[in-house]
């Protein structure tokens, strides 16, 4: 069976037994990918809290099972498949989802560094986090899991979770994260930590539009900055970082500017594309 095959297979077995749950307590089961395809056949169900008793009782079975799994002392190989069960966990929940804050506690501990993980345990419960968390505007109490990925971006050892969390903060969005990101946009490393601050701060933009409905408005701050760095980035990825930030946030003001070095960099394939998309996203 294929890797997508196992999911479909096993995401419909659930819904009449514990097939998946099985595969996760078999020790004896080396294939990684069988017991990813258990962690995400689990993830596709999505049952709903608020439609019934029976659903209930299936997410919460569902959660119980991703939570056993998570809460298993394994070793650092193992951990790479373990830690597909936060995203999973945060996706059954939804944002908001996790009112007493058990699961959102555990990934900020995880971001934390109290205990010495192998990579992508880190990497996960920055996503998650990204997933589950309100901002601090929206939910005071929430502004500590905010705080647990900020201190992550700052000390954390692992690049590429040091992104995801620049990213899981534009997720969460609201003023003090877009703050936080924009002195990213200003200070970080130009050629890695700006594009991504750029892109985080085009999602959160792009969200506050779409829960505005038909009242959003640009929002000018991040849309200057990000026209700033536009135009002074020299770095074709760092541009292009700031293209695709632009046309999130649907700052039109960067259009004439990005037209014209669409027709400079129009022998970049990969610059010239992400300008393009950058255009159609903000719709000029």
């Known amino acids: ?35 990813v395809a258990a962690v995400n056949a689990i993830r596709l169900v999505r049952p709903q809290a608020n439609a019934g008793d029976k659903q209930a009782a299936l997410l919460k079975d569902c959660l119980d099972t991703l939570w056993g799994y998570y809460q298993k002392k394994l070793g650092k190989g193992d951990q790479l498949i373990q830690s597909h069960a936060l995203p999973a966990i945060a996706q059954l929940l939804g944002r908001g989802g996790d009112t007493e804050g058990k699961y959102k506690d555990a990934f900020a501990k995880e971001l934390s560094g109290a205990k010495k993980r192998q990579i992508d345990m880190y990497r996960s419960a920055a996503v998650a986090l990204g997933m ?56 970080g490393q130009k050629a890695t930590e700006r594009p991504w601050a750029a892109i985080s701060l085009g999602v959160l933009a792009h969200h506050q539009m779409e829960r505005d409905g038909k009242g959003a408005t640009v929002d000018e701050t991040t849309g200057r900055a990000l026209h700033q760095q536009f135009n002074a980035m020299k770095n074709p990825s760092a541009q292009a970082g700031m293209a695709i930030g632009l046309g999130l946030c649907k700052f039109k003001e960067a259009a004439a500017d990005m037209q014209d070095a669409l027709l400079k960099y129009k022998n970049k394939d990969e610059l010239a594309g992400d300008i393009c998309i950058g255009l159609a996203l903000m719709g000029a």
């Open 132 to 187: 589950l968390a309100k901002s601090r505007e929206e939910e005071k109490s929430d502004g500590k899991y905010s705080d647990a990925l900020l201190n992550y971006i700052k000390k954390g050892k692992d690049e590429q979770a040091r992104y995801f969390s620049t990213m899981a903060l534009g997720k969460i969005g609201g003023v003090a994260n877009r703050n936080e990101l924009l002195k990213i946009l200003a200070k």
């Open 1 to 35: 069976l294929s890797f997508v095959q196992l999911v479909y297979r096993f995401g419909v077995h659930l819904l009449n037994g514990e097939a998946a749950k099985k595969i996760l307590d078999d020790d004896k089961i080396a294939d990684r990918n069988i017991r």
